[in-house]
């Protein structure tokens, strides 16, 4: 799921690490998210019960999740070790607009509102609350700036396959935050049964060199208790890894937690993303990089807002 949640913020025009750049802050908040599901079901069959896994969304809905990522990422190159926090906490908003039916989906993403923390090596920390009414640092400008205006429109269909996309500011990538909508399975599922989404990404080598890497992102439903659903998802990486310097780079695209969603209400109630990773030899033989995070998305308390016609 290419995360601005991670504190090793590279890309493939310019790979360094470890330092968390706005850009890091940037990707997490307005592109972490998100995964929202529909299930509509479940269907008896042979005494098992199956679900349908469908998105289903209205014409004039506003739906609110807020979204937390935290990261730390530590570095050991030729002795010297540095430190990279990064905590984002943003309001993701997705109003539904026209045409949308049960078939195609159409819906404008945006993001409300950050708090927003980095702190890198023994430099200060750099903190700013958009609700402050305070001007953002430097670091935080280009995130303060598409605040409240729509980063992307997007069309789905009812499995969750984009259709169309125009992206108006901001970048695509997905950072293993997972995609704005996932690909359902086309059949029925039972608890237990999985499907498979490839993904492929560029990464920048050593020699600097643009390699394709390969993954698959398991889905798994997991269990169905009081109208609840729990999906876990996990990332195989299929292309073989040996260069350190790739490998700090994958992982910051492997998702692996679960997801909970309603099923009679058809949307996510919450999503976690955990990441606990080293990697030795990242940048030569005598370094080492350690990447702890967590990705966390809950939909908002409040009831889901429907514009007045």
Same mark, same amino acid.
């Given at each position: 799921?290419?995360? +601005? *949640?991670?504190?090793?913020?590279?890309?493939?025009?310019?790979?360094?690490?470890?330092?968390? %750049?706005?850009?890091?802050?940037?990707?997490?908040?307005?592109?972490?998210?998100?995964?929202?599901?529909?299930?509509?079901?479940?269907?008896?069959?042979?005494?098992?019960?199956?679900?349908?896994?469908?998105?289903?969304?209205?014409?004039?809905?506003?739906?609110?999740?807020?979204?937390? *990522?935290?990261?730390?990422?530590?570095?050991?190159?030729?002795?010297?070790?540095? $430190? /990279?926090?990064? *905590?984002?906490?943003?309001?993701?908003?997705? +109003?539904?607009?026209?045409?949308?039916?049960?078939?195609?989906?159409?819906?404008?993403?945006?993001?409300?509102?950050?708090?927003?923390?980095? =702190?890198?090596?023994?430099?200060? @920390?750099?903190?700013?609350?958009?609700?402050?009414?305070?001007?953002?640092? $430097?670091?935080? @400008?280009?995130?303060?700036?598409?605040?409240?205006?729509? &980063?992307?429109?997007?069309?789905?269909?009812?499995?969750?396959?984009? $259709?169309?996309?125009?992206?108006?500011?901001? /970048?695509?990538?997905? &950072?293993?935050? %997972?995609?704005?909508?996932?690909?359902?399975?086309?059949?029925?599922?039972?608890?237990?049964?999985?499907?498979?989404?490839?993904?492929?990404?560029?990464?920048?080598?050593?020699?600097?060199?643009?390699?394709?890497?390969?993954?698959?992102?398991?889905?798994?439903?997991?269990?169905? @208790?009081?109208?609840?659903?729990? &999906?876990?998802?996990?990332?195989?990486?299929?292309?073989?890894?040996?260069?350190? /310097?790739?490998?700090?780079?994958?992982?910051?695209?492997?998702?692996?937690?679960?997801?909970?969603?309603?099923?009679?209400? %058809?949307?996510?109630?919450?999503? =976690? &993303?955990?990441?606990?990773?080293? $990697?030795?030899?990242?940048?030569?033989?005598?370094?080492?990089?350690?990447?702890?995070?967590?990705?966390?998305?809950?939909?908002?308390?409040?009831?889901?807002?429907?514009?007045?016609?």
């Amino acid at each position: 799921m290419t995360v +601005n *949640h991670q504190a090793i913020a590279k890309n493939t025009n310019n790979f360094r690490v470890p330092a968390i %750049g706005t850009r890091v802050i940037a990707l997490a908040i307005l592109f972490g998210l998100s995964t929202a599901i529909n299930a509509a079901g479940p269907t008896e069959k042979a005494d098992e019960a199956k679900y349908t896994l469908r998105y289903r969304f209205k014409e004039g809905e506003t739906v609110l999740y807020e979204v937390t *990522h935290i990261a730390k990422t530590k570095t050991r190159l030729r002795g010297v070790e540095e $430190v /990279s926090q990064v *905590h984002t906490v943003s309001e993701k908003v997705w +109003n539904f607009q026209a045409p949308t039916t049960p078939d195609k989906m159409k819906f404008e993403h945006s993001v409300a509102k950050v708090e927003l923390m980095q =702190q890198t090596g023994e430099k200060p @920390e750099i903190r700013w609350d958009s609700n402050s009414g305070g001007t953002a640092p $430097v670091e935080f @400008e280009k995130v303060a700036a598409q605040l409240g205006t729509p &980063l992307s429109t997007v069309s789905i269909d009812a499995r969750g396959q984009e $259709v169309a996309r125009e992206t108006h500011a901001g /970048s695509e990538a997905q &950072l293993g935050m %997972g995609g704005l909508t996932l690909s359902l399975p086309e059949e029925p599922i039972a608890i237990g049964d999985s499907w498979n989404i490839p993904r492929e990404f560029k990464v920048r080598g050593a020699s600097g060199d643009i390699r394709a890497i390969k993954i698959r992102e398991v889905f798994t439903l997991d269990k169905v @208790e009081t109208g609840v659903a729990t &999906l876990s998802i996990r990332s195989e990486v299929l292309t073989p890894i040996e260069d350190g /310097s790739i490998k700090a780079q994958v992982v910051q695209q492997l998702s692996n937690g679960s997801i909970r969603f309603d099923i009679d209400g %058809g949307r996510v109630l919450s999503k =976690q &993303l955990d990441w606990d990773e080293s $990697v030795v030899g990242f940048q030569g033989d005598n370094s080492l990089m350690e990447y702890r995070a967590r990705m966390t998305e809950t939909i908002a308390t409040s009831p889901v807002r429907t514009a007045k016609r």
